[in-house]
């Protein structure tokens, strides 16, 4: 945790295919820089279930995105 509160990274991506891989490479890097690998196998099935989901419930969407938010420690 940095001295002004949680760890955060976000990415928006178009939701095409390539969206959930670029979804999980994005998450295992925070978790690399945040020193938390041993928690990367959970994290990276709940961001692909979760960018799928976003990614098949916005495809007629021409305009749409999906947006990953991901944070670590606590809020002060």
């Known amino acids: 945790m940095t ?3 949680p760890l ?5 991506f178009v939701p095409r295919t ?3 891989g670029c979804a999980r ?12 690998e041993h928690v990367a196998d959970e994290v990276r099935l709940i961001v692909s279930e979760l ?7 916005l495809e007629a969407s021409a305009d ?5 938010g991901l944070a670590y420690g606590r809020r002060s």
């Open 3 to 5: 001295p002004c509160g």
């Open 8 to 12: 955060t990274a976000h990415i928006t």
């Open 18 to 20: 390539s969206t959930v």
């Open 25 to 36: 490479r994005v998450a295992t890097d925070a978790l690399h820089a945040w020193r938390i």
């Open 51 to 57: 960018v799928t989901n976003s990614r098949q419930a």
């Open 64 to 68: 749409a995105c999906v947006r990953l």
